[in-house]
Nanobody, 125 residues
């Protein structure tokens, strides 16, 4: 069974950094694309950063230059390092296994998506 669990969220101040973790089980990273999504209250779900099965990374314009996805193959954890955090980064962050990477706003989802529980990130100004 494919499972994902996001963790590492918290309350930080603007300009600080945070590293989120996505622990995965039931598959290997070359079998799926793993993406970090985020959703702020009242806003659409946004695809923020994605690692595809070939090891390529993709970022949305809103996080590009501030976010880095990395992989620990031994621990089966995908990380999202977020630097220079802004109040507009406040959201619930989710990791999901998806058939195609999608970086941008208004992600509609597919029947093939497998979602983990989210982790709250709050950035104070």
């Amino acid at each position: 069974e494919v499972q994902l669990q996001a963790s590492g969220g918290g309350l930080v101040q603007a300009g600080e950094s945070l590293r989120l973790s996505c622990a995965v089980s039931g598959f290997t990273f070359d079998e799926y694309n793993i993406e970090w999504f985020r959703q702020a209250p009242g806003k659409e779900r946004e695809g923020a950063a994605c690692l595809n099965g070939l090891g390529n990374t993709y970022y949305s314009d809103s996080v590009k230059g501030r976010a880095t996805v990395s992989l620990d193959n031994v621990k089966n954890i995908l990380y999202l390092q977020m630097n220079s955090l802004k109040p507009e980064d406040t959201a619930v962050y989710y990791c999901a296994a998806v058939p195609l990477c999608y970086t941008g706003s208004n992600y509609q989802g597919t029947l093939l998506d497998v979602w983990g529980q989210g982790t709250q990130v709050t950035v104070s100004s």
